[in-house]
């Protein structure tokens, strides 16, 4: 009987290490300051999601970076260095505030989209989010700090570069859930609308999707030992933002985006927040065949015209 208890008192012990040891690689996966994936050719794109528009990636990222951005930055509410890129239109129409996805970069997202707003008479603000880039910050917090981090460049733009049009919040993937959850901050009135392309509607949940259906390694109990890390280590918590609470809040246009063959952040995700906002202004774009983040290059004339539609009635 006593060898019996020893066993199962070392199973349990190993049991704990193990999980311990789980939840701590799992927030330095999702939360530690890593060098984003740097895509040059279209060799460098072979074996992953973006492979098949490997050519229009780079084109277009080619475009994005020929143009003649201005180098800004602004602190964070916490003390960090924010830093950013500003384009100025000849006429602006309105100004543009895009945040870039998980582990990514403006000039990566936003490749075969941010000349065409500049050109069609938008300005653009493209900041690197903290822990990304030349930003400060060492730990992601999807979206819990980041939408702080909007409110920070929302004031920059009205101090620095107003724009009597106003200001349209748009992100893809954590930046869509980041500007989603922006809303619940006491925005000014020149916040106009929201953009949001496959966005998540809550650090919990999206990190649970990451172990179920990434890892294969069930909820319990790696997820709340992660989530006691991230408010330890990381200093966030993972119910410290959520976009169905921020949307309920939401009365002004906003336009979801979404793959159908998303398998990173589910379609799902953005059924939850359309029906979760408030606006009578809403509208989600699906798009069939589209992976995470590629609804744009999947079907871009569709895309494109309910874009400059949701534009008009933002901005005119």
């Not at 880039?133 to 101090?159: A, H, N, Q």
């Not at 259906?213 to 709340?224: E, K, L, M, S």
């Not at 002004?252 to 939850?272: C, N, Q």
Request: net charge negative.
């Amino acid at each position: 009987m006593r060898e019996l208890l020893i066993l199962v008192l070392i199973l349990i012990g190993i049991a704990a290490v193990v999980s311990v040891t789980a939840a701590f690689l799992l927030f330095l996966f999702a939360c530690e300051r890593k060098a984003p994936s740097d895509y040059k050719t279209e060799e460098d794109l072979v074996g992953t999601a973006y492979e098949k528009f490997g050519k229009e990636i780079l084109a277009g990222r080619a475009e994005y970076l020929s143009l003649p951005w201005e180098e800004v930055t602004t602190e964070s509410f916490d003390g960090f260095v924010l830093f950013g890129r500003y384009l100025k239109a000849e006429e602006p129409k309105g100004t543009i505030l895009m945040m870039h996805g998980f582990r990514s970069s403006g000039e990566f997202d936003f490749s075969c989209i941010a000349r065409k707003l500049y050109l069609s008479g938008y300005s653009l603000l493209v900041p690197d989010q903290r822990a990304h880039g030349k930003s400060g910050g060492k730990y992601i917090t999807f979206g819990v700090k980041e939408s702080r981090d909007v409110l920070s460049w929302v004031r920059w733009i009205g101090e620095n570069r107003p724009d009597p049009n106003g200001i349209l919040l748009h992100g893809i993937s954590m930046g869509a859930s980041t500007v989603m959850m922006a809303a619940e901050q006491s925005l000014p009135d020149s916040v106009k609308g929201i953009g949001a392309d496959c966005g998540f509607t809550s650090p919990a949940e999206i990190m649970k999707h990451f172990l179920v259906n990434g890892f294969h390694i069930p909820a319990f109990p790696v997820f709340p030992l992660a989530r006691l890390i991230c408010r330890t280590v990381g200093g966030f918590s993972m119910y410290g933002a959520d976009t169905v609470e921020a949307l309920k809040k939401w009365t002004k246009p906003i336009l979801f985006v979404h793959g159908k063959a998303d398998t990173l952040v589910p379609y799902e995700m953005s059924l939850v927040n359309l029906e979760a906002c408030a606006s009578e202004d809403k509208k989600l774009v699906s798009v069939e065949e589209a992976g995470h983040g590629m609804s744009y290059l999947t079907e871009p004339d569709r895309v494109c015209k309910e874009l400059d539609r949701f534009l008009e009635r933002v901005f005119g």
